[in-house]
């Protein structure tokens, strides 16, 4: 696994990188990073098309974790949709972090995606700290040969 952070506009990495972010169980993607990747990829829509009943029932609150994800596939591009709440105003824990990490890397594999570019997940307006976050990632993606840009303005 390699991982980088470079100072660069999330949404001018080159297409053979999939792009990451959280978002709620509830699909508000009302602020930040999510209502830019509704405003560029249409996600709220086309997340209640894949998914037309709401995630929130299967929100499974012990495990602190969405029972499934979300990852759109496209010819020109990919993204990942991290479900790390239930509600737009909650804070996701760390531990909802990892299991949305996990459920990523299983999808890479899957799907034989080696690299991604995100933000610093779960950082901005969820108000985790960078280091915690930064720490997740290298441990689940350790034994991985993805490359993960991680993009700041």
């Not at 699909?27 to 996600?43: N, T």
């Amino acid at each position: 696994m390699i991982i980088k952070e470079v100072k660069k506009d999330l949404f001018t990495v080159s297409d053979d990188y999939a792009l990451v972010h959280c978002i709620s169980a509830d699909f508000k993607l009302g602020a930040g990073i999510a209502k830019k990747f509704d405003e560029l990829f249409d996600v709220r829509q086309k997340l209640f098309n894949v998914f037309p009943e709401s995630w929130i029932p299967r929100w499974d609150k012990t495990q602190e974790r969405f029972r499934g994800g979300s990852i759109i596939l496209f010819s020109d591009y990919t993204f990942f949709n991290l479900v790390t709440k239930r509600n737009y105003w909650d804070k996701p824990t760390l531990t909802a972090i990892e299991n949305a990490l996990v459920w990523m890397k299983e999808q890479c594999e899957d799907h034989y995606i080696t690299k991604l570019a995100m933000p610093r997940i779960g950082c901005g307006l969820d108000k985790q700290n960078w280091s915690d976050v930064k720490q997740l990632i290298e441990k689940v993606f350790a034994d991985t040969d993805i490359e993960i840009v991680v993009c700041s303005l």
